[in-house]
C-alpha cells in the first residue's frame, strides 16, 4: 500500500517466476515492498495469421447467412473491449460499437469474413 511518501530511489524489483496459458505470457514481479506486480503480454501473430487465411479463403461473392462467423479474437482484446464498455466478460453489451469496431479498417486483423458487419 502506497504511504504517500515520494522516494527518489527506485523500488528494488525481483522476479518470482512466469505463467503460460492460451498464448498470454504472464510474469510476476515482488515490488519490494511486500506488493506484487503482473506483468501480462500476448503474442496475438498465431490469430491474426489464422485470420488472414480465413478471410482470404471467403468468397467475396458468398451470400451471408446466419451464424456466419465473421471474427476472431483474442483474449487481450476482448478484455480491451470490456474496457470500452463494448464487451462485459463474453457478452456484447453494444451491439451497434462491436459493429463499428469490427468495420473499421485498422481492426480488419480481427475478421475472418470480407463485407461490412
Do not use: C
Request: glycine fraction near 8%; charged fraction near 25%; charge should be positive.
Amino acid at each position: 500500500m502506497w504511504d504517500g511518501e515520494i522516494r527518489s530511489t527506485p523500488l528494488t524489483v525481483s522476479k518470482l517466476g512466469t505463467d503460460v496459458y492460451n498464448g498470454t505470457v504472464k510474469t510476476y514481479y515482488a515490488d519490494g515492498e511486500g506488493g506484487l506486480v503482473i506483468k501480462s503480454e500476448t503474442d496475438i501473430t498465431p490469430f491474426i495469421e489464422q485470420n488472414k487465411a480465413q478471410y482470404n479463403a471467403i468468397d467475396n461473392k458468398a451470400k451471408w447467412k446466419d451464424l456466419t462467423k465473421i471474427a476472431s479474437i483474442p483474449y487481450a482484446v476482448i478484455a480491451m473491449l470490456n474496457e470500452k464498455g463494448i464487451m462485459r466478460g463474453f457478452h456484447i453489451t453494444d451491439q451497434k460499437a462491436l459493429k463499428a469496431w469490427l468495420n473499421d479498417p485498422e481492426n480488419v486483423h480481427f475478421r475472418t469474413r470480407p463485407g461490412r458487419v
